[in-house]
């Protein structure tokens, strides 16, 4: 088992990082040390056949609050969805993507024509749509069904994120989609992407990654990747955006976007993604 070991008795504290207006001072030295055999790469269930045999047979999900996490936290297109995924696969670890529940509820939230700005009735939106994750059998993207509609085209938009960032503000609308994020935790391991997985979710996680790049590297990552979808976009108007939701993921009281004190800072600006999946990996895999 990997340990994460406080480990500052009589050493030097190391001076903060600054990257991208986020300041990180942690009181840590992240000191991973492994022993033999730590999660290699495998398919999923192969860590704990005889709990998943039995936890399926009689119904349930395979949930464990033992099982490793790895939180990677970060803003808006800092990358945290492909990297989370190419390193979910690699260990073959379950993935959380709960950017993705905020959207379902903004998204089923717009559909009922609710004023997000409308607290309870979001929170009760929130209480009850159903949010279904799907992988197809011949593998391709995960697709987020809510109730009942395949929405996963929709969430991507612009409009989704917006309303997200918008309800995600409200703090029993965070409070109704805690025990949905916590039963993501199963053998065996859990890779969990978002805001607050490392300080809110997860606060035991034993690896923990807040992962930023520049936002105009990410206004430019976002434009690519719009413009090969065929959309009309400016660059300007995405730095706009991004910047906007920042602050106001940054700046709301409720689990704000901030690196938890033992998580490891990566700023992926100008990195391949491949660099940033090796660096995330090292941290979880066994030297
Ligand atoms: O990661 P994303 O862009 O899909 O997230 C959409 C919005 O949801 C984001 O602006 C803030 C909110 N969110 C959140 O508040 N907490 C999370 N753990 C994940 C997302």
Redesign the pocket.
């Known amino acids: 088992m990997s340990e994460c070991r406080e480990a500052m008795d009589g050493q030097e504290r190391p001076p903060p990082l600054r990257a991208n207006g986020w300041e990180f001072r942690s009181p840590y030295r992240v000191d991973f040390q492994s022993t033999s055999s730590l999660w290699p790469p495998a398919r999923k269930f192969a860590r704990a056949p005889l709990q998943c045999a039995v936890a399926l047979a009689a119904g349930l999900p395979v949930t464990s609050k033992s099982a490793p996490v790895l939180t990677v936290d970060g803003p808006?297109g800092s990358g945290?969805?492909t990297i989370s995924r190419m390193v979910a696969d690699a260990l073959g670890w379950h993935l959380l993507?709960?950017?993705?529940?905020?959207?379902a509820v903004g998204y089923a939230a717009g559909m009922e024509g609710l004023d997000l700005s409308d607290a309870d009735a979001v929170t009760r939106c929130a209480q009850h749509t159903k949010i279904m994750f799907r992988d197809p059998k011949d593998g391709g993207e995960t697709r987020v069904v809510v109730n009942g509609h395949d929405a996963t085209d929709e969430l991507r938009t612009e409009t989704c994120?917006a309303a997200?960032?918008a309800i995600?503000v409200i703090p029993s609308v965070?409070a109704a989609l805690v025990d949905k994020q916590l039963s993501f935790r199963r053998a065996p391991g859990l890779v969990a992407?978002?805001?607050?997985?490392g300080t809110v979710?997860f606060p035991d996680a034993g690896f923990k990654v807040f992962l930023t790049a520049s936002a105009e590297e990410r206004a430019k990552r976002r434009y690519k990747q719009l413009k090969e979808k065929g959309l009309s976009v400016t660059l300007a108007a995405l730095l706009r955006e991004i910047q906007a939701?920042d602050v106001?993921?940054a700046g709301r009281a409720v689990?704000p976007l901030r690196p938890a004190a033992d998580a490891v800072l990566i700023d992926s600006t100008g990195m391949p993604i491949e660099a940033v999946v090796a660096t995330v990996l090292a941290l979880v895999r066994p030297r």
């Open positions: 808006s945290k969805g993507d709960s950017g993705a529940l905020y959207r994120g997200a960032s995600a965070r992407d978002g805001r607050d997985m979710i939701r106001r993921d689990a």
